[in-house]
T-cell receptor, first 108, second 114 residues
Framework: KNEVEQSPQNLTAQEGEFITINCSYS?????LHWLQQHPGGGIVSLFM???GKKKHGRLIATINIQEKHSSLHITASHPRDSAVYIC??????????FGTGTRLQVFP | DTGVSQDPRHKITKRGQNVTFRCDPI?????LYWYRQTLGQGPEFLTY????????KSRLLSDRFSAERPKGSFSTLEIQRTEQGDSAMYLC????????????FGSGTRLTVV
């Protein structure tokens, strides 16, 4: 079993919809990261969480340490949000263990 | 400083050739990481440096792979005797000593072995 599982693998939405991407993990962590990867490879760090909730613009990330679960929400989705969203875990050495990603497509 | 730079962006090489990639991290970041990503998969950890010291290497890093970070600044990743299975995106990232600010990734080097 992978240490980090994401769902769904693929997600299609209409512009304006509220989107949720889920991440479950099975090990103790020092932090959980949400990352965005556009075609062509570039990865952007969106959030780093060790507890609670963080918000940046239309993006909200939450984590429940007891349940080993995190969610990434996108409010009022837009076609420019189309990307792969990756959940990753970090341990004491801070190397990242990545999930396989959720491919999001938002249509106008 | 414009972030983490990787060079080249793309590399096509014949099987059996050696290739070397370079990563220039954010100057004040002590930690530097190499990851490999194949199509449809999340990145996998290869190795990481704290300053010039290579502190951890993945089992994925076979004897044909070597990484260096002389003087704790830029890093190079060399693959000797390339194989078709080495075709992937090679990503570099850096972070501060205390990773309160998270990671900054480079745009990656896409390697194609033909």
């Amino acid at each position: 079993k992978n240490e980090v599982e994401q769902s769904p693998q693929n997600l299609t939405a209409q512009e304006g919809e509220f989107i949720t991407i889920n991440c479950s993990y099975s090990v103790g962590i020092s932090a959980l990261h949400w990352l965005q990867q556009h075609p062509g490879g570039g990865i952007v760090s969106l959030f780093m969480l060790s507890s609670g909730k963080k918000k940046h613009g239309r993006l909200i990330a939450t984590i429940n340490i007891q349940e080993k679960h995190s969610s990434l929400h996108i409010t009022a989705s837009h076609p420019r949000d189309s990307a792969v969203y990756i959940c990753a875990l970090s341990y004491n050495t801070d190397k990242l263990i990545f999930g396989t990603g959720t491919r999001l497509q938002v249509f106008p | 400083d414009t972030g983490v730079s990787q060079d080249p962006r793309h590399k096509i090489t014949k099987r059996g050739q050696n290739v070397t990639f370079r990563c220039d991290p954010i100057s004040e970041h002590n930690r530097l990481y190499w990851y490999r990503q194949t199509l449809g998969q999340g990145p996998e950890f290869l190795t990481y440096f704290q300053n010039e010291a290579q502190l951890e290497k993945s089992r994925l890093l076979s004897d044909r792979f070597s990484a260096e970070r002389p003087k704790g600044s830029f890093s190079t990743l060399e693959i000797q005797r390339t194989e078709q299975g080495d075709s992937a995106m090679y990503l570099c990232a850096s972070s501060p000593q205390m990773d309160s600010y998270g990671y900054t990734f480079g745009s990656g080097t896409r390697l194609t072995v033909v």
